[in-house]
């Protein structure tokens, strides 16, 4: 079983459309959760990092839900330029050693 | 400098070359680390450096050598690689082993022949 398990997409929406992804997760010692987000062909950069609370960043709401063993990204509004590739990250027990996703394909069209 | 730099962008070899990959960053950050990315994967870590000490390797091929000189640098040298090696090859860095969000670097693009 995977570590980490995302819908790779792709998701294609028009522009002000709301769109969310979910991501499971098998180590239930996970401790930290993320968001990244991978534009074609450029490195990762970190979206924001998921709080058991959840929390939002503008238009982007992430949530996490330790008893399912999941998190979300949820983008309200979309923008053409949130077209990419969204990766849902977490770090186990061990320091230093973080689990990617295999990222979800958003297209945003005008 | 709140980046992580990477050269070459670039890089073609041939499966009998060696060369080195570099990553630099001055932001004091004490914990470096290499991944492996193909097209449409997620990225595979690789090997993780802490305070220039090897803390992490993930059961790499040797024909693959990671080296940290001092804390602002890291270098992978290669040497009989194989096709299949071919891929894009990211640095990060962090402050600490223990702080979760990684800096990456935008990466050099290898094409092994």
């Known amino acids: 079983r995977k570590e980490v398990e995302q819908d790779p997409g792709p998701f294609n929406v028009p522009e002000g459309a709301t769109v969310a992804f979910n991501c499971t997760y098998s180590n239930s010692a996970s401790q930290s959760f993320f968001w990244y987000r991978q534009d074609c062909r450029k490195e990762p950069k970190l979206l924001m990092s998921?709080?058991?609370s959840g929390n939002e960043d503008g238009r982007f709401t992430a949530q996490l839900n330790r008893a399912s063993q999941y998190i979300s990204l949820l983008i309200r509004d979309s923008k053409l330029s949130d077209s990419a590739t969204y990766l849902c990250v977490f770090r186990g027990s061990t320091l230093g050693r973080l689990y990617f996703g295999r990222g979800t394909q958003l297209t945003v069209w005008p | 400098d709140t980046e992580v730099t990477q050269t070459p962008k670039h890089l073609v070899m041939g499966m009998t070359n060696k060369k080195s990959l570099k990553c630099e960053q001055h932001?004091?950050?004490?914990?470096m680390y290499w991944y492996k990315q193909k097209a449409k994967k997620p990225p595979e870590l690789m090997f993780v450096?802490?305070?220039?000490?090897?803390?992490i390797n993930e059961s790499v091929p040797s024909r693959f050598s990671p080296e940290c000189p001092n804390s602002s640098l890291l270098n992978l040298h290669l040497h009989a690689l194989q096709p299949e090696d071919s891929a894009l090859y990211l640095c990060?860095?962090?402050?600490?082993?223990?702080?979760?969000?990684?800096?990456f670097g935008p990466g050099t693009r290898l094409t092994v022949l």
């Open positions: 932001m004091g950050h004490r914990a």
């Open positions: 990060a860095s962090t402050p600490f082993i223990s702080t979760d969000t990684q800096y």
């Open positions: 450096y802490s305070y220039e000490k090897l803390s």
């Open positions: 998921v709080y058991s």
